[in-house]
């Protein structure tokens, strides 16, 4: 304080562009311009003190060009030296601030105010100040330019802003940061700021380090390496061995040269190359990097298939191949339109969904072979493992990569088609979830760097035309599900299947069982027998196998020596085939009190279902059975409480309710059954038992009932169509929700189809029911009166 209150009030200014002093620090400066001179020698005459301020750019003519805050400093010593400089030792006194000038010229003279020192002492500065002196040990530990002695003698020191001010001065630290702590007053604030330079120094000086202690050592390690060689060279040549590995090495290096890798890829390439040289071959690490080598070199990384891109040439690829599915083909015809247009296009995500049999596979080898493409087939039906897909670390033993990578590679091109067969079959356990790494792989805006886990390295999967083939969507993950582009595969109509045997199935069969040369003719009312009496399904793997059957036959009295003629009719089918296999009993059915025909989907097409109810002595209660979900039960439950509500209309008891148990049957009991759609059915062979009202036989329905009886929309309508064609029924009833989707639909399937649109279950009953004949009490009541009273 005695120092500080023995400053004088104006003082001539020293001011530095690059110089920061603080207070009691001493400190050597040599000067040598005019203005310096000239304050020095006016300081000298007075006494000795100056004003020691920062220079920084003026913002305005007028200013003086100073920080605000400086230090107050005494001249210890002067030296005036030959060449006309000043040297100097000088010794802060104490923080002033700038008040106003007195004198611009010839040197600058300035009011100034001292600023006291905070003389607070308290734990948490104390604890800054220990840190502080903490951190000067840790930079005094990684470098020399910080002696010991001087950081013990800092714990000597009481006033803990002179230790602050200590640390700063002997520190190399920016100028900006240096002026900061000199202007912040308050003791926290500038140990805080003090403390995080110090922290910011140690992490820059052992970064420093770091990257000297590795040129050391990586040129110590090339130099070790390159004698080892040498000698390893010179004891081969006395031996008299080939040099096998050497060998190797240049085998791979011509490899990675020709096949033109990514610089991602070759880098890393080149580096295990490096790693290969330096290993003997017995070395079981030897052959780990060998197979990864291998791998990485020989993937196809740049290698791409010419696409075809004649339209015309490629439908009429495709209608060769397949008959119908119409949709697949005009989605395909879209991309190489798009492709053809803009020159490259990210290849598209499609699913293929339908009933087994209607061709979704074999269109994907039809699609590759039209577009000039190879094609890779993976089926992922009760793969559990995420590694099938993305492969293993290369840390474990016998590690390889995913199949995504294998088939890849082993067609050679970075393009293929590839089909993930059965996406819907995909299993799920403790080894991962499969579904959940093909959502990188199926999702075009990540396969451009899908990653697998065996590689390590980015493969661009965005040229690959991803095609999936799935039965059910319901199994596929949302997420999953909402990275392709869903295309149905809706069942073959019975024209369909006559088209498709007569064209496809019919010569392939008899190619294949050794008769491309002899006459054999198949009639359509023969095709027809098959289709509705031999096989009940979507597809047409079915009919297939049957006509291979009547070709194998036929086979064999070839073999025997009969040399004729073969014709199939619908008569002699069964000289073949044996006894029909199904009939259509359901449309052959007489009306039954409490027996229903309902039309159901399934994932591998439309089913008709039965629906019986019977009642019997009881208290009122509902048993279900035929195997059925929680959806259906409801929907009995429904029905019933819709009769109860509606009693009066339908003239039923409400009494019976009570007095009997009801018990709802659906037969092929072992095949499970779920769904809304059967309400209308339920309602109707209740209704029947309840009403003692025979049911309509040669009537299908299907819609979702409410408790108010309002019939609402359902789906799987096309299937649920062609199984009562199938079945031989050609009414239905169906909710008019439904009425607008029967524009997609074939004439063919609509073709002799009487179809009623209902909005309400009670309209579905007026129709269904049958009417119960009139009593014969109530057949002539007049004649009966005049007979009593005559």
């Not at 003086?64 to 400086?70: A, D, S, Y």
């Not at 577009?371 to 793969?383: E, V």
Request: glycine letters at 6%; a neutral charge; one cysteine or more.
């Amino acid at each position: 304080m005695e120092d500080q209150n023995r400053i004088p009030r104006t003082l001539p200014v020293l001011h530095i562009n690059n110089v920061v002093m603080f207070p009691y620090l001493l400190m050597p400066l040599v000067v040598s311009d005019a203005e310096s001179k000239l304050v020095i020698d006016h300081a000298l005459a007075q006494d000795k003190t100056m004003a020691f301020f920062l220079d920084q750019e003026k913002e305005n003519p007028g200013d003086l060009g100073l920080r605000e805050i400086g230090t107050s400093v005494s001249i210890l010593r002067m030296l005036r030296n030959q060449d006309g400089s000043i040297s100097l030792l000088l010794q802060g006194t104490s923080r002033i601030r700038l008040q106003k000038a007195v004198q611009r010229d010839p040197f600058i003279m300035v009011d100034v105010e001292s600023i006291a020192e905070q003389t607070i002492d308290d734990t948490e500065i104390h604890a800054y100040r220990t840190v502080a002196i903490e951190l000067m040990e840790k930079i005094a530990s990684e470098s020399t330019i910080l002696s010991t002695e001087m950081i013990a003698g800092l714990n000597n020191i009481k006033q803990a802003g002179r230790v602050a001010d200590i640390i700063a001065g002997n520190l190399d630290l920016q100028i900006e940061d240096r002026q900061i702590i000199l202007e912040t007053i308050d003791l926290k604030k500038r140990y805080k700021y003090l403390n995080n330079c110090l922290a910011e120094m140690i992490k820059q000086m052992r970064v420093e380090n770091n990257i000297r202690s590795n040129i050391q050592l990586e040129m110590s390690e090339d130099q070790r390496r390159y004698y080892l060689r040498e000698q390893m060279e010179a004891i081969r040549k006395e031996l008299g061995e080939s040099d096998e590995v050497t060998k190797e090495i240049l085998k791979w290096k011509d490899l990675i040269q020709k096949n033109k890798l990514p610089d991602y890829v070759e880098e890393v390439a080149y580096e295990e190359l490096e790693r290969l040289s330096t290993m003997q071959p017995a070395a079981s690490e030897y052959a780990v990097v060998r197979n990864y080598l291998d791998w990485i070199v020989n993937l196809p990384w740049r290698t791409y298939s010419k696409d075809r891109l004649d339209l015309k040439k490629i439908e009429q690829i495709l209608t060769h191949d397949h008959y119908g599915l119409q949709k697949p083909k005009e989605r395909v015809l879209e991309y190489i339109a798009v492709k053809k247009l803009k020159g490259s296009l990210k290849g598209p995500i499609l699913c293929f969904v339908g009933p087994p049999g209607t061709g979704k596979t074999s269109i994907g080898q039809s699609v590759a072979r039209a577009m000039k493409r190879k094609f890779i087939r993976l089926s992922l039906g009760g793969i559990h493992d995420e590694a099938e897909i993305r492969g293993h670390r290369r840390t474990y033993i016998g590690a390889m990569p995913g199949k995504i990578i294998m088939e890849i590679k082993r067609q050679g091109t970075a393009n293929p088609v590839f089909m993930l067969d059965e996406i819907d079959k995909l299993g799920r356990d403790f080894r991962g979830d499969p579904a959940s790494a093909l959502l990188e792989v199926l999702d075009p805006e990540q396969n451009h760097s899908f990653m697998d886990n065996y590689l390590n390295l980015a493969f661009d999967l965005s040229e690959v035309m991803f095609i999936t083939t799935a039965n059910n969507l319901d199994t596929i993950p949302p997420a999953l599900r909402d990275r392709m582009e869903i295309i149905e595969f809706t069942s073959y109509l019975e024209n369909d299947k006559i088209e498709i045997a007569r064209h496809y199935l019919i010569p392939k069969e008899q190619d294949a069982n050794g008769l491309a040369d002899r006459s054999v003719k198949f009639r359509k009312s023969a095709l027809q027998e098959l289709i509705r009496y031999y096989v009940r399904e979507t597809g047409v793997r079915n009919l297939q196998r049957r006509i291979g059957s009547i070709f194998r036959k036929i086979a064999r009295e070839v073999a025997d020596g009969k040399d004729s003629a073969w014709t199939i009719t619908d008569a002699n089918v069964k000289d073949f085939l044996g006894p029909r296999k199904y009939t259509l009993d359901v449309a052959n059915r007489k009306p039954e009190i409490g027996v229903a025909t309902g039309v159901a989907w399934t994932a591998y097409g439309g089913e008709i279902l039965l629906c019986e109810a019977i009642r019997m002595p009881g208290k009122g209660a509902i048993v279900v059975t035929g195997l059925l979900g929680e959806v259906m039960k409801e929907s009995a439950r429904i029905a019933v409480s819709y009769l109860k509500a509606n009693y009066k209309r339908y003239k039923i008891d409400p009494k019976e309710f009570e007095k009997y148990d009801i018990h709802i049957h659906f037969p092929s009991g072992g095949v499970p059954k779920d769904g809304p759609s059967a309400g209308v059915t339920l309602t109707t062979a209740l209704a029947s038992l309840f009403t003692g009202k025979k049911v309509r036989h040669d009537v299908a329905m299907t819609g979702e009932v409410t408790l108010t009886g309002k019939v609402l929309e359902i789906g799987g309508l096309k299937e649920k169509m062609l199984a009562a064609r199938r079945a031989g029924i050609r009414k239905l009833v169906i909710p008019r929700e439904n009425k607008e989707s029967l524009a997609d639909f074939p004439p063919d399937l609509l073709q002799d189809m009487d179809i009623t649109f209902v909005d309400e279950v009670n309209e579905v009953l007026d129709l269904i029911l049958i009417p119960l004949p009139p009593r014969k009490n109530d057949k002539a009541p007049n004649a009966a009166k005049n007979a009593t009273q005559t």
